[in-house]
T-cell receptor, first 110, second 115 residues
Framework: SQELEQSPQSLIVQEGKNLTINCTSS?????LYWYKQKYGEGLIFLMM?????EEKSHEKITAKLDEKKQQSSLHITASQPSHAGIYLC??????????FGKGTHLIIQP | DTGVSQDPRHKITKRGQNVTFRCDPI?????LYWYRQTLGQGPEFLTY????????KSRLLSDRFSAERPKGSFSTLEIQRTEQGDSAMYLC?????????????FGPGTRLTVT
């Protein structure tokens, strides 16, 4: 079965600083999703990557999928308090249900 | 489009009781998924529907769990004889189609606490 490992598990960043979250898969990724979750709430879709080398950006968040399609990174530029939360990477596993990593807890310090 | 909705948002029940959760997907989405999320973990897939047909169940879905999607619209997830280990956030998601090209949109979740 596919496993996704996220690093770091938690991250404390000063407001305005850049940061990167990584997601590594045990198998080739055929679709990699990034979601954000606020504590105790549902998941908010951020971006989806499919092709090796693909890169997508939305506002100050950029996600990349490596050429081998086994690793993805999420980069936030000039972090803001609104970026705080749990970031989850998910991949299409069996039966189209997503397999998720454990998440990265991001705290933004003012 | 109001997004995926779930009801109730919170449920506290005593061990041994039955509970039922409801999910209303985005109206034109034919795929509906149920996930369970425990503290400090990512969501874990439970089951999914293509219209009204339940096509896959995870091994996490014990015999005490049953899900339905009558008429291919809203879905219900019932847990019978709840156990403390059932305490978790139950998340519903829907998508427009099948495969990795279709993102899944999640509801706010139902947090279950079994005392």
């Amino acid at each position: 079965s596919q496993e996704l490992e996220q690093s770091p598990q938690s991250l404390i960043v000063q407001e305005g600083k850049n940061l990167t979250i990584n997601c590594t898969s045990s198998k080739t990724l055929y679709g990699l999703y990034w979601y954000k979750q606020k504590y105790g709430e549902g998941l908010i879709f951020l971006m989806m990557l499919q092709k090796g080398g693909e890169e997508k950006s939305h506002e100050k968040i950029t996600a990349k999928l490596d050429e081998k399609k086994q690793q993805s990174s999420l980069h936030i530029t000039a972090s803001q308090p609104s970026h705080a939360g749990i970031y989850l990477c998910g991949a299409v596993g069996g039966a189209d249900g997503l397999t998720f990593g454990k998440g990265t807890h991001l705290i933004i310090q003012p | 489009d109001t997004g995926v909705s779930q009801d109730p948002r919170h449920k506290i029940t005593k061990r041994g009781q039955n509970v039922t959760f409801r999910c209303d997907p985005i109206s034109e989405h034919n795929r509906l998924y149920w996930y369970r999320q425990t503290l400090g973990q990512g969501p874990e897939f439970l089951t999914y529907f293509q219209n009204e047909a339940q096509l896959e169940k995870s091994r996490l879905l014990s015999d005490r769990f049953s899900a339905e999607r009558p008429k291919g619209s809203f879905s219900t997830l019932e847990i019978q004889r709840t156990e403390q280990g059932d305490s978790a956030m139950y998340l519903c998601a829907s998508s427009l189609g099948t495969g990795p090209s279709y993102e899944q949109y999640f509801g706010p979740g139902t947090r279950l606490t079994v005392t």
